[in-house]
């Protein structure tokens, strides 16, 4: 369950320790750790109707566990392209019951390789004589799982209350045996009971954590947020840094789906999290990448100003930035008019201290940019060198807090 091997994590600790305000440093050839892959599993609650953004808890989740330090990945089939600021994927269909979405795995989870799914499902089999079946159907889809992601942990959360009392009986009953289902497939593999029914409140009057009879509304998504971190954070093993300060670290995109990541070429994309001033996305795949993330590229033409994001930063606390970069090779076959020595160099700068020039080879490698901010919030900027041509890639940034 733990990502990346010891001489990855190696690598990482490599580039640790105080350096002085605006430093670069790092250019070390890599094979990082990838992310722990999430998958939320679900039906629409899990999808996040009626969430602001449409995220429900997954924007939430990912900043706590960003916060505790944690490297996280949502993945799934899907993507929201309303996402606000965190990563846009996941694995939920509204309106889909227990044995509809044990029919799905087969297709989904081969190809997302999850570390961990969350599981809250049960909720459209409660309305109907069906749901006395409800416990079977559970037991059918955690066999499923098991077998189709043998290495993964799947917390199975109680489904959370309903505002109508009839369907609420049938709800109680039902989370009843989540509990002792888990617990018994827990004595098989890493299978984990999240009750997260008592984290809601439901009211038949209404002036409670649903925004209609079964879904949360934003306080409530924020409630499941905080009972998944628990439950994640307690298992997960421990973080390799600080508190992650940025929402996107490895530029998932709405744009490059998992379905689309072997597509020839590029596109401007919209990257939950970050302000693209003028970049393209490139696949994951297509740049060489298998943990998880996509790469943007720079393009040193004049308008294309980079990319940037705003950190939350603590005044006084230093801050590491951590990132991988390449030159853009493809641009060196000539294959799409491109030049054939492409750019290689970009620059890295925090609002308020010095920039730093990163001078890019044809491998991926990973570089640190240290700065201690002095404000409580702090832009931090990819911008390509002043020249025609075609800028380099860049990829899996993360800011971390490290110890004042």
């Not at 943007?296 to 590491?320: E, H, M």
Request: with cysteine.
């Amino acid at each position: 369950m733990r990502s990346g091997s010891t001489a990855q994590r190696t690598t990482a600790r490599n580039l640790t320790g105080a350096a002085a305000d605006g430093t670069l440093g790092g250019g070390v050839a890599d094979s990082p750790a990838r992310p722990v892959r999430v998958m939320p599993l679900g039906d629409s609650i899990t999808a996040g109707m009626n969430s602001t953004g449409a995220a429900g808890y997954r924007d939430e989740l990912l900043d706590h566990l960003h916060r505790l330090g944690h490297d996280i990945d949502f993945v799934g089939p899907y993507v929201n392209v309303w996402q606000p600021r965190g990563d846009p994927y996941y694995a939920a269909v509204p309106g889909i019951s227990i044995q509809e979405l044990t029919g799905l795995l087969p297709r989904w989870l081969p190809s997302a390789r999850p570390d961990w799914l969350l599981v809250h499902i049960g909720t459209n089999n409660m309305y109907g004589p069906e749901h006395t079946d409800a416990p079977g159907f559970l037991r059918t889809f955690l066999e499923t799982l098991l077998r189709l992601a043998p290495s993964a942990g799947i917390l199975l959360a109680s489904i959370i209350p309903s505002r109508l009392p009839e369907w609420q009986a049938h709800i109680d009953a039902y989370n009843h045996h989540v509990r002792e289902t888990a617990e018994e497939f827990g004595r098989r593999g890493k299978v984990f009971f999240v009750d997260m029914a008592p984290a809601l409140r439901a009211s038949p009057q209404g002036g409670d954590d649903l925004s209609d009879l079964v879904h949360p509304n934003d306080q409530g998504y924020a409630n499941m947020a905080a009972v998944w971190r628990d439950a994640l954070h307690a298992r997960l093993p421990a973080p390799d840094g600080g508190p992650i300060l940025n929402h996107n670290p490895h530029l998932r995109t709405p744009w490059l789906s998992e379905a689309a990541q072997q597509a020839p070429g590029d596109a401007p994309a919209f990257f939950p999290g970050w302000t693209n001033r003028g970049v393209h996305a490139c696949p994951g795949r297509l740049a060489g990448l298998d943990n998880g993330s996509n790469a943007v590229g720079l393009v040193d033409t004049p308008g294309f100003l980079g990319i940037s994001t705003r950190l939350a930063t603590t005044p006084g606390r230093p801050v590491r930035v951590t990132f991988r970069a390449r030159a853009d090779t493809f641009a060196a076959s000539g294959s799409r008019g491109e030049p054939a020595d492409p750019a290689r160099t970009f620059d890295v700068q925090a609002d308020g201290h010095p920039r730093a020039t990163v001078t890019a080879t044809d491998d991926w490698r990973t570089w640190t940019y240290d700065f201690t901010p002095t404000t409580a919030e702090t832009d931090l900027r990819f911008t390509p060198a002043a020249r025609p041509g075609r800028g380099p890639l860049l990829t899996d940034v993360l800011a971390r807090e490290t110890a004042p």
